[in-house]
């Protein structure tokens, strides 16, 4: 809501109850309720027109006036409603039904250090409504922001519950620093550090945005352009997404909400690997052929056709059940507002052991301790528990333990015991043992204080904490492969990622001029955010017994911690006029002081600009009778990355640590750089919004062309320097994308409704400038590469020709045409990027059930599939089984496959078509027969819900409840081989995405739920 | 409090920050040195040659030896990873993880140590003595020399940087030299370690005098120098700090330091080798990515050729693992850099080469005894010189040597079927390549 509108309604407020005292005569009864027919408002205004009197309603939204004139006109109004104009007509008593004002709740929205209404704004944000994402078994609101809004790129990298995805705004912005957006929720700027320290292979282990309950929102607004953002300076680059929290209104009762719902979720698709025959049988034709090309010939398995087969992904998978409650309450008095939630969600992996259990409360509380003083506070908290279990690339993962093992080796040994293979664990060892615990608990706090020098000048400083603590504690016992050698080895972490946050803002608000034709809306203001992160870890080895699991009591214990902490200081103003309505011209401009800069260039500078025009507002388009409403915005500006310039980068060090023979030791570290500062991007935006057809169909369409220079880059330096890399500000990115966003309202008649919203996103990611090539990814298989010219997450392969039908040999093209296979036959054959995202939603509502669903859609992106490429080796892997698609090798001339013939003979790799680089050689990881499309349309939702009568909620006391059915993921259409194309593995690095390594699945829910509102 | 003055505290509160926002905006890390206050007194120099030992630690632990074996008969992969896979195989990518760690790794030490060369002398410290202040350059000079050495027989005549690196434009301009010019270079820096370090009877895991001499013995050996290779295995022969250990195992058996040891790096709880876990299998709670070959593993348990050396190996084949590096539950297994025995087969092959087969033969015969084989005899110069090759094959199985031992005798063609000899050379990494206009690739990369 606009504190504009609510300054105003208090003025309102205290001139009435001043004058109410003089007043007598005519008494007037009446009751003001809302459109619904029944819904008394309390503390509604009621003037009478000429007599500036006026009024409040109590709680049953009854009033009381005394009057002179037996005919007057009584002005009605009320925050969220249109204000009503009635005429007593001699009437002693009067209903009054308010009209919701659908325009006014919308118009207002909630932007860089203000609010405003969204007719005027010239920059590109999408406001998505807290209601829109509840019920949904997610644990984090960024999470089920996908396919929701347009220019947000969203996907969950695994199925794991509270695990992490990944978030784009438009695109990569940059390579080495962060490419997330910034979180801020009621004014706190949150912490986006993924707290948990153990080891869960290459993946990001948590989203910490799950930390906040979605039940608690009201809106986000996402900011996506340089108009937007440029007011966040160095932190705004990569969008900015503003959160903010359900409060309570004045002069309302208690409303008690209360949901539940339970959900059972399972694996829409299983690993399936080849029987033991199936592998004995590869086994022996490799070994076999192996020999005949002159390799070493090693005895063949025994009696093949009869191994027995040992099904162990099935031991994998169980039926999870996630549980959620939430119970609420909001309200307020003539003075003061309040909201109080509290919720609590437990959810289980599908893959076994994991899990994630979140509590969380949250109290809003706001007080006018005079006309003209506000303060307020916004605080929640919240703990979460997880038990963390690691895969992709780990071996001693516990998808890995049960995938990759030869299906004909015994889960156990003859004793009964564990039996281990290779270098995996067992995985029933591991579902049963594994015992990683990771709590977090989390404070998000604000306070406020607002004062008003005049209706249209307020000064609001604020005070801001966010303290995200994470605890960990994992304990690998000596049934684990892990903890064998050690005799059970224990860890323990506990880090914390503290943001603190000042801000002063004045803001100017004001019409004036005849007509009220000029309107400005004003504001500068000042931030001070520091940022902490500690952590200290122990660790010990050596258990007396499986029972003892402190890291206290281990025989051989260590410990170690790290703290860092960087400062930012910003100035910053921004000022919009708009002339009748019609035009609006904006600017801003942000000055930041990073203590992580270089000495050099400690102060950067983020301007931007912007035009609107609501043409709808001309005679000439109002007399085309088309637009109902039309509005052309274009935009500039600057905004900066600083997130991923470590606090300390731009000095030159030694580090500490570097001990030999239990004496300290330093060595070099890092080569200084005194011109070190954040990243640059430069946004144009041009967009146009319209609603046509009687207001039934609303179509917005931006585009935008942005341009990042000075890219922190890792640039890699000659080895022989001591250094690997120089961090610098070198290289340039370039995100160019349209947006396409349909609202329409297909039936409206009566009972019956239907509304669809239709979005697409294009962005087309290039590297413009970089100082070389850098390769990195799939644990030093050098498969991702960032390289000019090419988009980023691009991944670099041998092109597999075909399998010479022949020879049954793979044939690669020679990219140099030199004759042989080299590391300089690599190319790019594709990267992980879609090319388009978006959503489809069809709600139907007919009396009392509504029913949705809800598509997500991604295209072009390009899936390295790193479990095909481990169990399809052609028995390179001793010790790794085989998928089925290895059953499809080449095995006699005249065969035609993509599957080369089966042979680990180690001839010269540079020689192309032999059998060398069938499964090992130069290509031994590197060939696009393991990449495939991973485009996908999922019906990601399909909602069947009924909402009770009044009739029957009257009688019950209550005044809302509705019960509902959900489905999620129910089906996904996608060529994608793996388990699900909605993945990626390597995502601890934003430069490794779109690999599938040993990964849960998202899983398929089904889900019961009812809300009761008291 | 009147509103009033709220709201003017509000507005000062920034203002009071902006004045001392220049002060307000230094953060300084509590766990690094700036550069410029990495080596001003005695308790920084210590610490940089101390760090410099650390460098040499990382990629002695794993890596060097891993080099050292897999790329030869020894040792095959058998794990997931494929730059195990490639070294195995001989097909080896410029970005190959092993190859590129060690490359890193040891110019991370070489520009420690020219650190410490260049500012050390300048120190001023009371507290510096003259005596520790030469102990630190030799030491310094050592591991410089034991860099470029493990640089030059890796990757053919590298680069010579010799100053420390304070910025980037520092460096430009220094082209490969020729492997000669990076072995003369080698012997210059031992030349200095020996005149500064100290030796005592006792210390095994720092450079001594005649840590350097051990390494000048293998210096003139690779360079085919067998008159001087002879001299310096025999000054090491003769310093009674050394004596083989009575069994094979002794060496590698805890708490270490042997009396065989000339060079080993220690590690402890707090410092770990985990280089075990590549060897282990996962019964053990290890990777198992590293095995031993089916042939090495009937060569050494066969008591004619083996000994007593099958204690390098345990299980049963075909699933036996090397034991080496054996401290699976403390991860502190010493890398193993010089041992005596390795001096007796230098001066076995030197003088086999100056055609002293009597003399020759005594030394082998003295590491075959002590496996526990039976003495060898022939009077053929290529007879014997094969005998000393492969007793060095089975002593230093697991150690850093079979490989460079075959591409010194420029036998790796005919021992290992490797005839492409390009492939004889690591290649320089790809982000040097790629980087530094003044580095050449190795041919055939």
């Known amino acids: 809501m606009n504190p504009f509108y609510k300054t105003s309604l208090l003025t309102v407020f205290y001139l009435l109850l001043t004058q109410l005292i003089t007043a007598q005569t005519t008494s007037i009864r009446g009751k003001v309720i809302s459109d619904d027919g029944r819904t008394p408002l309390e503390g509604a205004n009621i003037i009478i027109k000429g007599e500036n009197k006026g009024f409040l309603t109590d709680k049953n939204g009854s009033f009381t006036i005394n009057t002179k004139a037996p005919n007057v006109s009584l002005i009605i109004s009320y925050t969220g409603f249109e204000t009503q ?3 007593t007509a001699g009437r002693n008593t009067i209903t009054v039904a308010l009209k919701t004002d659908k325009k006014q709740l919308e118009d207002v929205i909630v932007t860089g250090y203000s609010t405003q209404n969204k007719r005027f704004i010239a920059g590109s944000i999408v406001t998505v409504k807290g209601a829109d994402l509840k019920d949904i078994p997610a644990a984090g609101f960024n999470q089920l922001l996908q396919g929701k809004a347009t220019g947000v790129q969203v996907s969950s990298n695994s199925g794991v519950p509270g695990g992490s995805i990944t978030f784009r705004i438009r695109g990569n912005n940059s390579i080495n620093a962060s490419v ?24 990001q282990q948590s989203n910490p945005i799950a930390d906040i309950n979605p039940a608690d929102i009201e809106t986000i607004t996402i900011l996506k352009d340089a108009n937007a953002t440029a007011i966040y300076g160095s932190l705004g680059a990569n969008g900015v997404i503003i959160v903010t929290t359900k409060r309570g209104r004045l002069n309302s009762k208690a409303k008690i909400s209360f949901s539940t719902y339970y959900g059972t979720s399972e694996a829409a698709k299983k690993f399936k690997v080849a029987t033991g025959p199936e592998t004995a049988l590869l086994t022996n034709e490799s070994r076999r052929n192996t020999a005949l090309d002159g390799g070493p010939s090693v005895a063949l398995i025994e009696n093949p056709e009869s191994q027995p087969t040992f099904n162990r992904t099935d031991d994998l998978f169980r039926k999870a059940s996630t549980v959620n409650y939430e119970l609420s309450a909001q309200g307020g008095s003539d003075k003061s507002t309040y909201f109080a939630g509290f919720g609590y969600l437990k959810q289980q992996s599908i893959i076994k052991p994991s899990d994630f259990e979140r509590y969380t409360a949250r109290f809003n509380y706001d007080n006018y301790l005079t006309s003209r003083l506000k303060t307020g506070t916004s605080i929640s908290l919240t703990r979460t528990k997880r038990n963390v279990s690691s895969n992709d690339n780990n071996p001693k993962g516990v998808i890995n333990s049960a995938l990759y093992i030869r299906s004909y080796l015994p889960v156990f040994k003859p004793d009964g015991t564990y039996a281990l293979y290779g270098s995996f664990d067992n995985h029933l060892a591991l579902i049963d043992n594994l015992d990683n615990d990771a709590v977090g608990w989390r404070v998000i706090g604000n306070f406020y204080g607002e004062y008003s020098f005049l209706p249209e000048l307020k000064l609001r400083s604020s005070w801001s904490i966010d303290n995200n603590s994470e605890y960990e504690n994992n304990y690998t016992n000596t049934l684990l492969a892990a903890g064998i050698s050690t005799h059970g080895s224990a860890s323990s972490f506990e880090t914390k990622n503290q943001v603190l946050t000042n801000e002063q803002v004045l803001t100017y608000i004001k019409s004036f001029g005849a007509g009220k034709k000029h309107s400005i809306n004003a504001l500068v203001g000042n931030t001070i955010n520091t940022v902490l992160s500690q952590a200290t870890s122990a660790t010990g080895t050596g258990f007396a017994t499986n029972s003892l699991t402190a890291v206290s009591v281990a025989a051989t214990r260590s410990g170690s911690s790290s703290r860092a902490q960087s400062k930012l200081i910003s100035f910053f103003g921004k000022a919009s006029y708009t002339y009748d309505n019609k035009y609006t011209i904006d600017g801003s401009l942000r000055a930041d002081a990073s203590s992580r800069f270089g000495i050099n260039n400690r102060w950067g500078y983020f301007p931007s600009g912007g035009f609107t025009w609501r043409a709808s507002q001309e005679d000439f388009i109002e007399r085309l009778g088309i637009f109902n409403d039309l509005k052309i915005r274009v935009s500039a500006g600057l905004s900066g990355n600083q997130n991923g310039i470590g606090p300390y980068a731009a000095l030159g060090l030694w580090n500490s640590g570097a001990n030999y023979l239990e004496q300290p030791g330093t060595a070099p570290s890092q080569l200084a750089n005194p011109d070190l500062t954040w990243e640059t991007t430069r946004q144009v935006d041009g967009g146009v919004d319209f609603t046509i057809l009687k207001n039934r169909l609303t179509i917005s369409f931006d585009y935008y062309d942005k341009y990042t220079t000075d890219l922190l880059l890792n640039v890699p330096v000659p080895t022989r320097t001591g250094f690997v890399s120089y961090l610098q500000n070198y290289g340039a990115v370039s995100n160019k994308g349209f947006e396409t966003s349909i609202h329409s309202t297909n039936i409206a008649s009566g009972d019956f409704k239907w509304t669809t919203d239709f979005n697409i996103s294009r962005n087309k990611n290039l590297i413009k400038k970089l100082a070389s090539d850098i390769a990195l990814g799939a644990s030093g298989r050098n498969i991702s590469i960032l390289k000019e010219g090419y988009a980023v997450n691009s991944f670099q392969l041998y092109k597999q020709l075909y399998v010479d039908p022949q020879t049954g040999n793979a044939v690669y093209e020679d990219v140099n045409k030199d004759g042989f296979i080299t590391a300089a036959d690599r190319q790019i054959v594709g990267n992980s990027l879609p090319n388009y995202t978006g959503g489809l939603t069809n709600t139907f509502s007919y009396k009392d059930f509504d029913f949705s ?16 490429f481990f169990l399809v080796h052609g028995n390179a892997q001793a010790n790794i089984g085989f998928l089925p698609r290895q059953l499809d090798r080449w095995q006699k001339p005249g065969d035609v496959t993509d599957i080369p013939r089966m042979t680990i003979f180690r001839g010269d790799p540079a020689i192309n078509n032999s059998s060398a680089n069938n499964y090992g050689g130069n290509v031994a990881n590197m060939s696009n027969r393991y990449l495939e499309d991973g485009s996908f349309i999922r019906l990601k939702t399909i909602l069947l819900s009924y909402t009770l009568p009044a009739a029957i909620t009257d009688k019950l006391k209550l005044s809302n409840v509705r019960a509902y059915v959900q489905a999620m993921n129910l089906y ?36 019961l739920g009812i809300n009761i509102t008291f | 409090m009147k509103p009033i003055k709220l709201t003017s505290l509000l507005i000062l509160a920034p203002l009071l920050f902006f004045t001392s926002c220049k002060k307000y905006l230094e953060e300084i890390p509590d766990d690094a040195l700036a550069s410029q206050n990495a080596i001003v007194d005695v308790s920084t120099a210590r610490a940089a040659i101390i760090g410099a030992y650390d460098g040499v630690q990382g990629y002695y632990a794993g890596n060097y030896p891993t080099l050292g074996t897999m790329p030869a008969d020894n040792v095959v992969f058998n794990g997931t990873l494929s730059q195990y896979l490639q070294l195995d195989q001989n097909a080896i990518p410029a970005d190959n993880v092993t190859t590129v760690a060690t490359y890193q790794g040891i110019y991370k030490t070489i520009n420690t140590v020219n650190s410490v060369i260049a500012y050390v002398p300048g120190l001023n410290d009371p507290l510096l003595s003259e005596a520790e202040k030469n102990k630190i350059l030799g030491e310094a000079y050592f591991i410089r020399a034991l860099g470029y050495f493990d640089l030059g027989r890796g990757w ?12 980037l434009s520092s460096a430009k301009g220094i082209k490969r030299s020729t492997l000669s010019q990076v072995y003369d270079q080698v012997l210059a820096d031992l030349i200095q370690a020996e005149t500064l370090l100290p030796d005592d009877a006792t210390t095994r895991n ?51 330091l042997s009396t065989e040891s000339i060079f080993e790096l220690t590690f402890s709880p707090n410092d770990k080798n985990s ?15 590293l095995k031993p070959s089916a042939t090495f593993v009937s060569k050494v348990t066969d008591p004619s050729i083996g000994g007593g050396r099958k204690a390098l190996i345990a299980g049963t084949s075909p699933d036996s693992y090397g034991v080496l590096y054996n401290t699976t539950s403390s991860s502190t297994d010493p890398s193993y850099v010089i041992r005596l025995a390795e001096m007796y087969l230098i001066r076995a092959e030197a003088r086999a080469q100056l055609d002293d087969y009597t003399g020759a033969l005594e030394d082998l015969n003295v590491i075959r005894s002590r496996a526990g084989v039976p003495d060898f005899s022939s009077l053929s110069k290529v007879d014997i010189l094969k005998a000393i090759e492969d007793e060095n094959s089975i002593e230093f199985a697991f150690e850093a040597h079979r490989w460079f031992d075959l591409v010194r005798t420029r036998r790796a ?24 206009p003044d580095v050449i690739q190795n041919p055939g990369y």
């Open chain 1, 85 to 87: 104009e009635i005429n």
């Open chain 1, 180 to 203: 997330d957006p910034l979180y801020i929720i009621d004014g706190v700027f949150i912490s986006n550090t993924d707290p948990i320290q153990t080891s869960l292979g290459n993946q």
């Open chain 1, 853 to 868: 669903f809800f598509f997500y859609y991604q295209e072009g992106n390009k899936i390295m599939n790193m479990n095909d």
């Open chain 1, 972 to 1007: 996904t259409f996608t060529k994608y081989g793996g388990l699900d194309p909605e993945v990626s593995s390597q995502s601890g690095n934003q430069n490794t995405a779109g690999y599938d390594w040993a990964t849960v699945p998202q899983p398929k829910t089904f889900q």
């Open chain 2, 156 to 167: 053919g005549g590298v680069q010579l940087q010799l100053q420390p690196t304070t910025d």
């Open chain 2, 206 to 256: 720092r450079a001594q005098k005649s840590t350097a001499r051990a390494l000048r013995a293998r210096l003139h050996l690779y360079r085919g120098e067998w008159a001087s290779a002879e001299k310096y295995a025999t000054q090491v022969i003769l310093n009674t700090k050394y004596r083989l250990t009575p069994a094979y195992a002794g060496f590698f058996t805890a708490p270490f």
């Open chain 2, 275 to 289: 280089f075990w876990n590549l060897w282990y299998p996962s019964s053990a709670g290890g990777q198992f990515t």
């Open chain 2, 413 to 436: 063609g005919e021992v290992l079927g490797i005839t492409n000899q390009n492939y004889w050379l690591f290649p320089i990494p790809l982000s040097d390549v790629l980087s530094d």
